[in-house]
C-alpha cells in the first residue's frame, strides 16, 4: 500500500534560516512520481515539484532544492536562505502510475506547516 | 486561460441538507479527484474518476456521492448522512504523459461550513 510521512508537523526558523522539510514513502511499484505541494494561508495547493522514480538526480530551483533518494524511500525539500513570504503548509504526496496509461491517485502526507519569522 | 473552477469558494450548509460542490476543468484531462482537508489530517481522497461514467470511492466516500456525466465536469453532493461535513474540499484532474509522467493541478477549494 501507499503511504506518505511527514514527521515533522511544525518547524519555526528565523527568516535567513535553511530548513529542510522531510518526506519518506512507501510503495510497492517500480514506478512512481512524487510531488511537493505549497499551501499558502488562501488555500489552494500550488505545485512545486514532481519526480519520477526513475529519475534520482537532484534538483534546485532558485532557493529550494530536493534530495531524492530511492535506498532510504526519501524525498526532502530544502529552502535556502528562507523568506516570510515561504511560510505555509507544504505537502509531500506520491502517485503510483501504470506505465501503460492508468492513473494512479495522489496520496498525501499530513503536510508539515512552515512558519519564517522576520 | 486553462485550469479547475472550484465553486463556491465558500458555502454554508443547514444540518440535514444535501449540497453540491462544482468542479470544472478545461484541462481535457481525463482523471479528476475530489479531497477533503481537515487542519492537521492532510488531505483525503473522497471520490475519482478515471473515465466519463466511472467513477470509485476513496479513502472517505461514505456521505458522499459524485457524478462524472462530462469529461470537464466531476461535482460532488455532500448528503445528509455525512455527519461532519464541515471541511475544506479540493477537487483535482491529473493527465498522463508518456515518457514525462503524471501532472496534477488543483482548484482553489471551497470551504464548507454546517450551520
Known amino acids: 500500500a501507499q503511504k506518505v510521512t511527514q514527521a515533522q508537523t511544525e518547524i519555526s526558523v528565523v527568516e535567513k534560516e535553511d530548513v529542510t522539510l522531510d518526506c519518506v514513502y512507501e510503495t510497492r511499484d517500480t514506478t512512481y512520481y512524487l510531488f511537493w505541494y505549497k499551501q499558502p494561508p488562501s488555500g489552494e495547493l500550488v505545485f512545486l515539484i514532481r519526480?519520477?522514480?526513475?529519475?534520482?538526480q537532484n534538483e534546485i530551483s532558485g532557493r529550494y532544492s530536493w534530495n531524492f533518494q530511492k535506498s532510504t524511500s526519501s524525498f526532502n525539500f530544502t529552502i535556502t536562505a528562507s523568506q516570510v513570504v515561504d511560510s505555509a503548509v507544504y505537502f509531500c504526496?506520491?502517485?503510483?502510475?501504470?506505465?501503460?496509461?492508468?492513473?494512479?491517485?495522489?496520496?498525501f502526507g499530513k503536510g508539515t506547516k512552515l512558519s519564517v519569522k522576520p | 486561460d486553462g485550469g479547475i473552477t472550484q465553486s463556491p469558494k465558500y458555502l454554508f450548509r443547514k444540518e440535514g441538507q444535501n449540497v453540491t460542490l462544482s468542479c470544472e476543468q478545461n484541462l481535457n484531462h481525463d482523471a479528476m479527484y475530489w479531497y477533503r482537508q481537515d487542519p492537521g489530517q492532510g488531505l483525503r481522497l473522497i471520490y475519482y474518476s478515471q473515465i466519463v461514467n466511472d467513477f470509485q470511492k476513496g479513502d472517505i466516500a461514505e456521505g458522499y456521492s459524485v457524478s462524472r456525466e462530462k469529461k470537464e465536469s466531476f461535482p460532488l453532493t455532500v448528503t445528509s448522512a455525512q455527519k461532519n461535513p464541515t471541511a475544506f474540499y479540493l477537487c483535482?484532474?491529473?493527465?498522463?504523459?508518456?515518457?514525462?509522467?503524471?501532472?496534477?493541478?488543483f482548484g482553489q477549494g471551497t470551504r464548507l461550513t454546517v450551520v
Open positions: 504526496a506520491l502517485s503510483e502510475s501504470n506505465y501503460g496509461g492508468s492513473q494512479g491517485n495522489l496520496i
Open positions: 483535482a484532474s491529473s493527465i498522463f504523459i508518456r515518457d514525462r509522467g503524471l501532472s496534477a493541478f
Open positions: 519526480r519520477n522514480s526513475f529519475d534520482e
